[in-house]
């Protein structure tokens, strides 16, 4: 090899490693360590399953009410979907809240999210077990409720 080639190649190498390196620094500690709703959505979707989002605030008697009515109600939905409690105030689940916009929403709140993530229905403040399993759609009216949403 001529002594030029080698000298394309290894800058390439250098290049291409820099490019590495800097990607990972920009994409930061988030990419390495999902928060625990966004691991939820991802497995939800992968299992082809809703997940029920409990937003909440502050540790009130009406969170902790909605919290029981929202872990017995998940409780019997097991085969179709999953759930998870995120505190609407943790630093580590910012991209949550700001993905659904609920840093200002009434608390308790319940987001239902289809598999291929359109929301499909909210429940604010109060709820009760009929009304969460009413927010499951049909998949053509997910896929409407994603493109419109989106």
Same mark, same amino acid.
């Given at each position: 090899?001529?002594?030029?080639?080698?000298?394309?190649?290894?800058?390439?190498?250098?290049?291409?490693?820099?490019?590495? +390196?800097?990607?990972?620094? $920009? #994409?930061?500690?988030?990419?390495? &360590?999902? %928060?625990?709703?966004?691991? =939820?959505?991802?497995? !939800?979707?992968?299992?082809?399953?809703?997940?029920?989002?409990?937003?909440?605030?502050?540790?009130?008697?009406?969170?902790?009410?909605?919290?029981? +009515?929202?872990?017995?109600? $998940? #409780?019997?939905?097991?085969?179709? &979907?999953? %759930?998870?409690?995120?505190? =609407?105030?943790?630093? !580590?689940?910012?991209?949550?809240?700001?993905?659904?916009?609920?840093?200002?929403?009434?608390?308790?709140?319940?987001?239902?999210?289809?598999?291929?993530?359109?929301?499909?229905?909210?429940?604010?403040?109060?709820?009760?077990?009929?009304?969460?399993?009413?927010?499951?759609?049909?998949?053509?009216?997910?896929?409407?409720?994603?493109?419109?949403?989106?």
């Amino acid at each position: 090899m001529s002594k030029k080639r080698v000298m394309k190649m290894t800058q390439f190498t250098i290049l291409s490693s820099l490019a590495v +390196v800097l990607a990972m620094c $920009l #994409a930061g500690p988030a990419a390495q &360590a999902a %928060s625990p709703g966004t691991a =939820a959505l991802e497995n !939800a979707a992968k299992e082809n399953k809703y997940l029920f989002i409990f937003f909440w605030k502050e540790d009130t008697q009406q969170s902790r009410v909605m919290r029981s +009515v929202f872990q017995t109600a $998940l #409780a019997k939905l097991t085969d179709t &979907a999953q %759930s998870v409690e995120i505190q =609407a105030g943790d630093p !580590a689940e910012q991209q949550i809240v700001t993905r659904y916009g609920v840093s200002r929403a009434p608390m308790p709140l319940v987001l239902a999210i289809a598999p291929n993530g359109a929301v499909t229905k909210g429940f604010p403040t109060r709820f009760d077990e009929n009304q969460l399993q009413q927010a499951f759609v049909s998949p053509c009216t997910a896929k409407c409720m994603r493109a419109i949403q989106d």
